[in-house]
Antibody, heavy 117, light 110 residues
């Protein structure tokens, strides 16, 4: 059974940093592109970043480019999101999702990030 | 502001057919396949439809998807109370080099 579990969310002050982790199991993690999608409170879904299986291709939404960095450790079946220079509008539930050919077939339960002073 | 738009709300009585539109442009829906996601209250999104009309395993066959040009549509036939949720379409956008999600549609079962 595919399982995806995010962790690392919490309360951080504006300008601060946070690292989110995504632990995957039940599938050959090293062969899949993985992504992060977020959802601000009461708002819709926003894709923010994807990384191909080998890490050779990385994509970011303009809203996070230059501030967020996606990475992965295939030996540990883990995906990460390093978030710097956090702003109030980065407050959201962050989901980790497995990506197939232009769609996201499995999602984690999400981790909440709150940016506030 | 998303480049892919959906009506904010749709509703129907149990047993009715409800259709949700997803309108984009040539660089996204016009060039790439569309997927649809259901988000029940307080839960993570769940894939319903991929590659425009393929239904994910385990999803009831009352859900169906279609695409024509730069628009797509999700239909729920035989609406049930457990279908009350938010629904999102999504597609890759060649011009922006990003995935774009639609603005979302809240389906209410009356």
């Amino acid at each position: 059974e595919v399982q995806i579990v995010e962790s690392g969310g919490g309360l951080v002050e504006p300008g601060g940093s946070l690292r989110l982790s995504c632990s995957a199991s039940g599938f050959p993690f090293a062969t899949y592109t993985m992504s992060w999608v977020r959802q601000a409170p009461g708002k819709g879904l926003e894709w923010i970043s994807s990384m191909t299986n080998s890490g050779s291709s990385i994509f970011y939404a303009d809203s996070v480019k230059g501030r967020f960095t996606i990475s992965r450790d295939n030996a540990k079946n883990s995906l990460f999101l390093h978030m710097n220079s956090l702003r109030d509008d980065d407050s959201a539930v962050y989901y980790c999702a497995r990506e197939l050919q232009f769609y996201f077939d499995n999602w984690g339960q999400g981790t909440l990030v709150t940016v506030s002073s | 502001q998303s480049v892919v738009t959906q009506p904010p709300a749709a509703s129907g009585t149990p047993g009715q057919r409800v259709s949700i539109s997803c309108s984009g442009g040539y660089s996204n829906i016009g060039s790439h396949s569309v997927s649809w996601y259901q988000q029940l209250p307080g839960t993570a999104p769940k894939l319903l439809i991929y590659s425009n009309y393929q239904v994910t395993g385990g999803v009831p066959d009352r859900f169906s998807g279609s695409k024509s040009g730069t628009s797509a549509s999700l239909a729920i036939s035989g609406l049930q109370s457990e279908d009350e949720a938010d629904y999102y379409c999504a597609a890759w956008d060649d011009s922006l080099n990003v995935y774009v999600f639609g603005t979302g549609t809240k389906v209410t079962v009356l």
